[in-house]
């Protein structure tokens, strides 16, 4: 049993009032909205042996320098929910490709605000998953997730990613290539790369320009991932259609012409929304918590040694 806690003001905490009430604690659940633990919280947390985030990536709460100077040397347990909410990412990315590749928005659109029934504009023979060459940039927790799903479609699936083995390729059942191998042979390319300074515009003009004509592009990663200059000028041809989860910067300006082309669906950043995902984070955070205090392993342990890699 847990003697409990709750924040109670109804609305987050400052990072004052995390370290003013941290002393006395073993453990920290942290999410969504939660603010910085500085190193204030650490030189008051006298107790802190766990810290468990519910979300994804912890570096909105951690820095390296608090985990330099504090969490390693004490060695404080930091605990993260990417597989959870992988679930509900994952599922959102491949309802993108479809609507993306049938083209399902604009044919919506078309039908109740246009009031047309079959716009000749629109071609009947367009890639769709199956049949096609899937291109996964990044085999993160997601990406991972997304290559699972499309396991029953007829696909090849191929991965950008410096950090996937030849061994872990092999087992994922995908073919490794460079980034502008996988753009050159793609139908459908979805961004799941974590946001890192090596990442930034990672995805720049002269990969864009690589894509056929009716090729399809999502990213529900990141929006700084892509060079958003490059993007809107590709987008602007009309020859590709773009799904856009993530954009930058966020929320997307009102004025923004990419809100105003018909090949480009935008979403307000809702991929990991969903119920599914939401109670198994729950279960994660508890289940890594009495798995910590039972002396049992914590199979959701962030490595800190990655930090700069990580989400």
């Known amino acids: 049993e847990f003697d409990v806690t709750f924040n109670d003001l109804g609305r987050d905490y400052s990072s004052e009032e995390v370290a003013s009430r941290i002393g006395g604690y073993d453990g920290l659940i942290t999410g969504w909205g939660s603010p910085r633990l500085t190193g204030e919280v650490f030189e008051n947390a006298d107790r802190l042996r766990i810290i468990v985030h519910s979300a994804g990536s912890i570096k909105p709460i951690l820095s390296k320098e608090v985990i330099k100077k504090y969490v390693v040397p004490r060695g404080i347990c930091v605990c993260n929910a990417p597989r959870a909410i992988a679930y509900n990412v994952a599922e959102t990315t491949i309802g993108l490709m479809v609507m993306a590749s049938h083209r399902l928005y604009e044919q919506a659109f078309n039908v109740k605000e246009r009031?047309?029934?079959?716009?000749?504009s629109i071609p009947k023979d367009y890639k769709t998953i199956n049949g096609s060459v899937i291109g996964i940039v990044g085999a993160s927790t997601v990406g991972r997730e997304v290559i699972r799903l499309l396991k029953p479609f007829d696909c090849k699936i191929l991965v950008y990613d410096p950090y996937l083995s030849d061994g872990e390729a092999e087992?994922?059942?995908?073919?490794?290539?460079?980034?502008?191998?996988?753009?050159?042979?793609?139908?459908?390319?979805?961004?799941?790369?974590?946001?890192?300074?090596?990442?930034?515009?990672?995805?720049?003009?002269?990969?864009?320009?690589?894509?056929?004509?009716?090729a399809v592009l999502i990213n529900t990663s990141r929006g700084?991932?892509?060079?958003?200059?490059?993007?809107?000028?590709?987008?602007?041809?009309?020859?590709?259609?773009?799904?856009?989860?993530?954009?930058?910067?966020?929320?997307?300006?009102?004025?923004?012409?990419?809100?105003?082309?018909?090949?480009?669906i935008i979403t307000p950043h809702m991929a990991g929304y969903g119920y599914y995902g939401m109670k198994k984070i729950g279960e994660l955070t508890l289940q890594a918590l009495e798995d910590y205090f039972a002396g049992r392993e914590v199979k959701c342990r962030v490595d800190l040694s990655r930090y700069d890699i990580i989400a």
């Open 224 to 264: 700084k991932i892509l060079d958003q200059e490059a993007l809107l000028e590709e987008c602007r041809t009309g020859r590709i259609i773009v799904a856009l989860d993530v954009t930058d910067p966020e929320p997307l300006p009102e004025d923004s012409p990419l809100r105003r082309l018909k090949n480009v």
């Open 171 to 214: 087992a994922l059942g995908v073919e490794k290539t460079s980034l502008k191998e996988l753009f050159m042979r793609s139908d459908i390319i979805s961004v799941h790369a974590p946001l890192t300074e090596e990442t930034v515009h990672m995805i720049g003009r002269e990969h864009l320009k690589l894509l056929r004509d009716g």
């Open 115 to 120: 009031l047309i029934w079959r716009d000749p």
